[in-house]
């Protein structure tokens, strides 16, 4: 049975280094992939695009279950929008 792990980061952190490691990483390698998303291990530096936000994360968590994951969408400012319009 598994039990969920405590972030090791802070919310603040895990984004400014999934940031940097999308840029520096990530970005170089994507065709045009506008409104997919991308989850990244920020330990490990491994990514996966996907079209669902699960399936990448899931992806991710196969991998590595207690993998800190940073999730974005290509060409969006955040992974999600809140709020009403």
């Known amino acids: 049975m598994t039990t969920p792990t405590t972030p090791k980061r802070s ?6 280094l999934g940031q940097e490691i999308f840029e520096r990483v990530v970005r170089p390698t994507l065709k045009p992939e506008e ?10 530096e491994e990514y996966e695009v996907d079209d669902s936000d699960y399936a990448a994360v899931m992806k991710i968590h196969g991998r590595n279950p207690g993998a800190e994951v940073w999730l974005m969408r290509v060409g969006y400012p955040a992974a999600y929008k809140l709020g009403l319009r």
């Open 11 to 16: 919310p603040e952190e895990i984004a400014k």
């Open 35 to 44: 409104g997919k998303y991308v989850a990244i291990d920020i330990a490990t």
